[in-house]
């Protein structure tokens, strides 16, 4: 009976690997995203794949779809993804693009095949992840050298530890050894036979970082960024978008700006903006600007005031609503414009702080390497802290960020930042 069912198990593992392969997903999307609409109305007007109009959609639909599939596999990477919950942002992300290019260089198309092609694109790709979610707990063969005890806090592990280096069919999906670990000679005989068979063997490192989002650093040397500078191109892009972006939203929010700065006026005494100096890009200082949600009173301990606690009585009716929706965060839109913040990054310390934690904890500020940001990796995962317990492990989130610095990651912190305003997680 136990191998029936670690038959099944495996089975269900496979098939789930098969519907993840990216040839699949393409070729299912070239089919059925756009051959297949096509083909219909093909059926209706004889006549339709002929034109230079259903030549140029087809095309078009091609790539829009090919796009789709691509942008998908890339933000569902990080921990925490339902990958179903981008399907349809990315189809009409890029099915929308398309039709914008169309329209821009006055192209011929057909709506009719676009439209088609981007409902069958969506059915596709709904149905892919349906399948890939299908698939049960992951079941894991653990090497019992060095440092894997931690995996046995990941509860979405199934873990089987091994006592002996002999394969056993189907009770594991892939292996997990730490590679820095003395193994003995028989365990990395075993290990390479695995590996030579098609089993997955994996560092232990690698999948900690990629179920728990973040980067552990003990020394600089063992890290595994392969540059310490992240993607320059990227960066450089994104303060473009940045900029657009701060400029388009700062004209729409512009009368809600005035209505909470009165709202402000007549909830407290005190200026509306809060300006306080913190630690950006490359360790330089500026002046960050937030609406005020504390009452004004005399700086009596730069540090301990520079640290917001659970409940702080400091705290205005109004403050402790702006915080939970992080209302309060808005005017930062002028540093953006500065450039002296991101939308996305990891937020930026008072100068306080800044200066204690550099002084406490290693490579605190090697998080500065890329700009801070309004919100951030660690922010949708772990909330505001201020403890140094606290503070190192929002540390290995920055670094999973800056390890992962990419466009993806960027589209999965917004859609939880949405997720966050709505929930209030991790105000204070």
């Not at 496979?14 to 997903?25: E, F, G, K, T």
């Not at 329209?103 to 092609?117: T, V």
């Not at 659970?310 to 005017?331: A, K, S």
Request: charged share 20%; net charge positive.
């Amino acid at each position: 009976m136990a191998r029936v069912l670690q038959a099944k198990h495996h089975n269900r593992y496979v098939a789930s690997r098969i519907w993840n392969r990216m040839r699949l997903q393409m070729g299912g999307a070239l089919v059925i995203g756009v051959v297949l609409p096509m083909a219909i109305l093909a059926l209706f007007y004889p006549n339709l794949l002929q034109t230079l109009s259903a030549q140029q959609t087809a095309l078009g639909a091609a790539v829009a779809a090919l796009a789709s599939v691509y942008l998908v596999r890339n933000i569902s990477l990080y921990p925490g993804i339902h990958s179903a919950f981008f399907v349809f942002p990315s189809v009409l992300t890029c099915f929308g693009l398309t039709f914008l290019i169309f329209l821009l260089l006055r192209l011929d198309y057909s709506r009719a095949a676009m439209l088609g092609a981007g409902g069958a694109t969506l059915i596709w790709l709904y149905v892919v992840q349906l399948m890939i979610e299908r698939a049960p707990p992951v079941r894991v063969g653990i090497v019992p050298f060095g440092s894997v005890a931690k995996l046995a806090e990941i509860a979405s592990l199934e873990l089987a530890w091994l006592h002996e280096p002999v394969r056993s069919e189907g009770q594991y999906d892939f292996l997990v050894a730490d590679f820095r670990a003395d193994l003995p000679n028989e365990w990395e005989a075993f290990l390479s036979d695995c590996a030579l068979e098609g089993m997955p063997v994996l560092h232990v490192k690698q999948l900690q970082e990629s179920l728990t989002g973040q980067v552990e650093i003990e020394h600089l040397s063992e890290n595994s960024f392969g540059s310490l500078i992240p993607f320059v191109g990227y960066l450089r892009l994104r303060r473009v978008i940045d900029f657009l972006s701060a400029v388009v939203v700062g004209l729409l929010l512009m009368p809600f700006f005035v209505i909470v700065a009165i709202l402000i006026k007549l909830d407290s005494p005190g200026p509306v903006l809060f300006r306080q100096v913190r630690v950006g890009y490359r360790g330089e200082r500026f002046r960050v600007a937030k609406f005020r949600t504390m009452v004004t009173r005399p700086v009596e301990d730069a540090r301990g005031d520079a640290m917001t606690k659970d409940n702080d009585p400091r705290i205005t009716r109004l403050g402790r609503f702006m915080r939970r929706t992080r209302i309060d965060e808005l005017p930062q839109i002028l540093n953006i414009l500065r450039g002296e913040m991101s939308w996305i990054g990891p937020r930026p310390e008072a100068q306080q702080l800044s200066t204690w934690y550099e002084s406490e904890l290693p490579f605190y500020r090697y998080r500065h390497i890329v700009p801070p940001g309004i919100t951030g990796w660690a922010q949708v995962n772990q909330g505001h802290v201020v403890e140094l317990n606290q503070v190192m492990n929002k540390l290995h989130y920055d670094f999973y960020y800056i390890k992962n610095f990419s466009p993806w990651l960027d589209a999965w912190i917004v859609a939880k930042t949405l997720h966050t305003v709505v929930s209030g997680f991790g105000s204070r």
